[in-house]
């Protein structure tokens, strides 16, 4: 399944270069966040390498959700697509912008991949094996590398929300007496944990599950975590709520460390 999803994303990378290279309109959603066309372009490519390789698995993917396809994913395992998480990013030009594709089983992300085009890196893990990507000019995969968290040293390295940052960000660093803070865009907050780079990603302002699950999968295929603010793991395939939205995450904590720190230090 990996080896799909590779071939997908870094083809839906090269098309959103392409489309950067070249301009591009920006139009707003419903929801007031920006679309291009190399998020629809991007789409459209992934889902073309799921049907073709798992025609059976539904696909729950962000723009399609956003045009109102929506398939039933009832006890069934399906994928989760973010052709273009940091569409933000994207627009202004910064390189923190990413591809994400996931598989959900009984709720959990199970495979996943994060790539991003333009640092030229690219993440991916399944079965408790985590990997680093470099990518070449070409869109072709240079070298690999496994990945693992780190223990979570005394001196702990927080990420947060490049644009969503929020006072409960600041009140949960200050409780846990997390001095060092840097701000990043996109699913690539969960690949630093993933890689051994940084400790913990507070979130608690609105993620929907195409923006965390890729990310999470590669995490906790490297041995990290992602829970709610009960302490259980963060699911996926939330559907049904009368009081939020189909596929939206709670507050969630990441943690790089093998040991999850709730209390404070």
């Known amino acids: 399944m990996l080896r799909t999803f590779e071939k997908a994303a870094l083809e839906a990378g090269k098309a959103i270069i392409t489309v950067l290279r070249e301009g591009f309109p920006v139009t707003m959603k419903a929801d007031a966040s920006p679309v291009t066309v190399a998020d629809e372009e991007a789409e459209r490519i992934i889902l073309a390498h799921l049907a073709r390789d798992f025609p059976e698995i ?39 912008f990413t591809v994400n594709i996931a598989y959900i089983e009984n709720g959990a992300p199970m495979a996943g991949i994060v790539y991003a085009p333009a640092l030229g890196l690219a993440f991916s893990g399944e079965h408790r094996h985590a990997e680093r990507l470099v990518v070449t000019d070409d869109f072709t995969v240079g070298a690999r590398s496994t990945i693992t968290v780190r223990e979570q040293p005394d001196d702990r390295l927080a990420l947060a929300s490049l644009r969503h940052n929020s006072p409960e960000t600041g009140n949960f660093l200050a409780h846990h007496a997390i001095s060092k803070c840097t701000n990043i865009g996109s699913s690539l907050k969960f690949c630093l944990l ?29 041995g990290g975590s992602t829970v709610t603010l009960d302490g259980a793991p963060l699911t996926y395939g939330k559907t049904g709520a009368a009081a939020d939205f189909d596929f939206a995450n709670p507050n969630f904590i990441s943690w790089g460390g093998r040991k999850r720190v709730l209390e404070p230090a």
């Open 194 to 222: 993933a890689e051994g780079k940084a400790d913990v990603y507070p979130r608690f302002t609105r993620t929907m599950e195409w923006d965390t699950a890729a990310g999470d999968a590669v995490l906790r295929a490297a």
């Open 58 to 96: 539904p696909v729950v993917a962000e723009e399609s959700v956003a045009a109102g396809k929506v398939p039933d994913i009832s006890g069934r395992g399906f994928f989760l697509v973010d052709p273009l998480d940091g569409t933000r990013e994207f627009v202004e030009g910064r390189q923190e």
